[in-house]
């Protein structure tokens, strides 16, 4: 048995170190070496840390659960909330409110204090919990009771250390370590697996602007992307499921500050910014030479890190937390307001005339007989981002790959087949791609008769197919392999 | 250094006998199911596991009875010395150019058992794959479509009638099927049969504690059929080198008692086709 755990041991360690020769670190995005060293070295020393400073993130081996950040990190968080023992000498017994129990409270969990007198101290163990009155017993006592409203992780990060592992087990030859979607598969793959860093996810029952949602994201990881090489992970317990989603967002948000970062240095702290800067201020300045002016150039960026460019950065990461959190509010779901239109020849006709009509402009993409040969297919097309030319024409995504619109007559639908899925893709696009929103163009019966026809679109597309019958397609394989279902009938509907 | 190799090639098949003995005991056997007993979950696995330990007799009987010959031989050719100087009289090694009548034995009893063996499984093979020999109770159809596809099962169930009732499942996609990712469920106790195809190359649909593997061919639409007496989740997996991911190609076939096959085939109706509308209170 020694032999089995030895090799249990190994592989999990190669699991995290990642094949291919992935390092085990999270990779900077590349317009980050357009920055001078200096604006560089601040951007990874505000994401991963350096021997002085705490990073915002760390590193995937060393990770750092940063609190403004709306990730389940530890298996429970929770507020001091009155004494529960006899108040008098040291205190075991704490009476607490959880604002989050992801994984349950057991004995020997670490339980940290993150905020409040103890924070830095040694951590005490949990003895035992009841759910009952909300009391953590601790060992060892505290002396003096925390006050009201300390703030505590029992486990801390539990929850994204268990995200990791699967991730590297799961996702990470696909989506890279950093969440990139550079993984050592990734270049074998089209289309390709999604790139995190943008925060943006095609397939989410939110609105066109808002972010995921986490069940989004679970149901992604649960059924796949049919039709691409997103597998499912259907065998996943819940449990595994929730890490690896708080993982993803996590790598998705970390991925989105990065981008920002750059982003806020790139203008003026750009290797060739800063170039033309020294040379203006060395025009103006005969005497001035190129290193002083340098420096000088550097003092300012290090006086701007300290005063607005920290508060714009706080401001920027605060709000893009919120962004995340609305996305989990209840009224972020994107429902219909009416119930689906009976799937009727009269409502696929209504639907059939939208697509082809001016209003929707479907077929513009997705070709007449839903083919996704559509005119547009064969335009250039603008960049949203950069407001430029693309260099081929054909559509895009905002992560630069080139796509196609969906074939329709495949019936294979990558964000889900139910009803509500199908009018989510059209009422809100779908992220991040061409394909656009409608919710505010059509009205919902509109949405509903569009459903109602795309679903039908495959097998209309079979009724045209030439000698098919439906039947004898499985009738020239062997006899012991014939399937005897019987002749295809149309079933009413 | 006679007897070393003597001892040897006799260490080698008694640490193999030795071995393949406590292999059970160390979980290298058979899964172990549902039951929890290593014994297959179906009864066609029975007579299929049954063969395979009749084989594993002859087998094994053959083997310790060729390993004590060889041991014997190589026994007493070591007691003999290499020169005939030193060898006593009677004990030098002896030459022979073979002997007819055994080399008619050991042709005709091989010959003989292998004849039984293809006769003896002839109905339990014919009862597994050859569509006629199938129990009538799957004669009426399939109850679900497996697609395997580079890396992943993607089920097609027929849909629902106004009753509630399963449709037939017809060869082509019906606007009305039901589809599953890596879930397969079927009703246990009875015989059932599903319709095996692969969306691109070759995979092979595999349950190991029930004993059923059938390559899913591209181009071939395959009816497998099986039956569980216990209602249960059972692996199921791939056993062809589908490509890098063919690990990734691990589902589950749960069963369950008809009834309760055809509510989750219900609820699987009411998710699919869910318009998001909350139903109005009554
Ligand atoms: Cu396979």
Redesign the interface.
């Known amino acids: 048995m020694r032999v089995g755990l030895l090799i249990i041991g190994a592989a999990a360690l190669a699991a995290v170190v990642g094949c291919g020769g992935q390092r085990a670190e999270f990779k900077s995005r590349e317009d980050l070496s357009d920055l001078i060293p200096e604006a560089q070295a601040h951007v990874r020393q505000v994401l991963d840390g350096d021997d002085e400073h705490v990073g915002h993130f760390g590193s995937p081996l060393n990770s750092i659960a940063w609190e403004r950040l709306p990730v389940r990190f530890h298996g429970a968080v929770g507020v001091f909330a009155e004494n529960a023992g006899d108040g008098s000498g040291a205190l075991t017994k704490l009476k607490v409110t959880l604002a989050e129990l992801n994984r349950p409270i057991e004995p020997g969990q670490e339980l940290v204090w993150v905020s409040g007198k103890y924070v830095g101290q040694p951590s005490p163990h949990v003895v035992s919990y009841d759910s009952k009155t909300n009391t953590v017993e601790i060992k060892p006592a505290v002396s003096v009771p925390p006050d009201a409203g300390d703030r505590f992780a029992v486990a801390p990060g539990a929850v994204l250390k268990h995200g990791r592992m699967l991730y590297a087990e799961h996702c990470q030859h696909c989506h890279g370590v950093t969440g990139d979607g550079g993984g050592p ?1 990734a270049k074998y793959l089209n289309p390709k697996p999604r790139d995190y860093r943008l925060g943006k996810f095609k397939f989410t029952s939110t609105a066109t602007p808002a972010r995921a949602r986490r069940e989004d994201l679970a149901r992604i990881i649960e ?2 992307i ?1 039709g691409t ?1 997103m ?2 992970f ?2 996943l317990e819940p449990e595994e499921s929730q890490a690896i989603v708080e993982y993803v967002r996590w790598l998705a948000m970390r991925g989105e500050i990065e981008f920002k970062l750059v982003q806020s240095l790139k203008n003026d702290y750009s290797i060739e910014a800063v170039e033309s800067t020294i040379e203006s201020a060395r025009k103006a300045d005969e005497g001035l030479s190129n290193s002083a002016a340098r420096e000088q150039i550097i003092a300012e960026m290090q006086e701007y890190l300290a005063g607005d460019w920290l508060e714009e950065f706080n401001d920027d990461t605060k709000f893009q937390s919120e962004q995340w959190r609305n996305a989990e509010q209840p009224d972020a779901v994107v ?6 239109v009976p ?1 009727t020849p009269e409502s696929r006709a209504r639907g059939r005339k939208l697509y082809l009509g001016q209003r929707a402009k479907c077929a513009t993409c997705h070709g007449e007989s839903g083919l996704g040969d559509g005119s547009q297919t064969l335009a250039v097309q603008k960049n949203p981002m950069t407001n430029e030319d693309y260099d081929t024409p054909g559509l895009f995504d905002d992560w630069g790959n080139p796509l196609k619109p969906r074939n329709l007559t495949r ?1 294979i639908y990558r964000g889900g ?4 899925d199908l ?2 893709r059209i009422h809100v696009g779908i992220k991040g791609t061409p394909m656009p929103a409608f919710g505010t163009v059509l009205k919902d019966e509109e949405i ?1 008769d569009l459903v109602n026809y795309v ?2 679109v ?2 209309e597309a ?1 009724e045209r197919r030439p000698g098919d019958g ?2 004898e ?2 009738a020239d ?10 002749p ?4 009413a ?1 | 250094m006679k007897r070393f190799w003597c001892l040897f090639f006799m260490f080698w098949p008694i640490t193999a006998v030795i071995v393949c003995w406590l292999a059970p005991g160390w979980n290298w056997w058979f899964p172990q199911g549902p039951a929890g007993d290593g014994l297959a979950s179906s009864p066609l696995g029975r007579r299929i596991d049954d063969l395979f330990y009749m084989i594993l007799v002859i087998t094994s009987i053959t083997f310790v009875g060729t390993q004590v010959a060889l041991g014997y031989v190589l026994f007493t050719g070591a007691r003999r010395g290499d020169q005939p100087a030193d060898a006593e009289e009677g004990e030098k090694a002896w030459y022979t150019h073979g002997s007819h009548n055994l080399e008619v034995m050991w042709s005709i009893v091989p010959a003989g058992i292998l004849l039984f063996i293809a006769l003896y499984q002839m109905d339990v093979w014919a009862e597994y ?3 006629n020999e199938f129990p009538k109770q799957v ?1 009426s ?2 109850l679900a479509e497996v697609t395997a596809r ?3 099962w ?1 089920i097609r169930y027929p ?1 629902l009638d106004e009753e509630g009732n399963p ?10 099927d039901l ?1 599953t ?3 397969l469920h079927l009703p246990s106790g009875k015989p059932v049969m599903i ?1 095996l195809r692969s969306a691109d190359v070759q995979h092979s649909f595999f349950l190991p504690e029930l004993r059923v593997k059938q390559d899913a061919v591209p ?5 497998v059929w099986f039956e569980t007496k216990k209602s249960a989740n059972y692996a199921l997996l791939c056993a062809e080198l589908c490509g ?2 063919h690990y ?1 190609m ?3 076939l749960v069963t369950q008692p008809e009834e309760e096959w055809r509510g989750w085939l219900r609820d699987l109706h009411a ?8 139903e109005q209170a009554e």
């Open positions: 598969t059924d796949g049919p090489y597998p499912s259907k065998l429902l219909p307001k009416v119930a689906r799937d019936g087949r139910r009803p509500v009018y989510r509903w679903t039908h495959p097998f079979r439906g039947a397609s499985g394989a062997p006899k012991v392999a014939a399937s005897k279902s019987g295809s009938l149309q079933v509907n | 794959r050859v569509r004669q159809g399939p580079q890396f992943e993607r849909g449709l037939p499942l017809m060869a082509e996609p019906q606007p009305t589809y990712v890596n879930d319709n181009g071939l639409v395959i009816p890098w991911g990734k691990k589902a589950r998710e699919q086709t869910d318009d998001g509308v909350p």
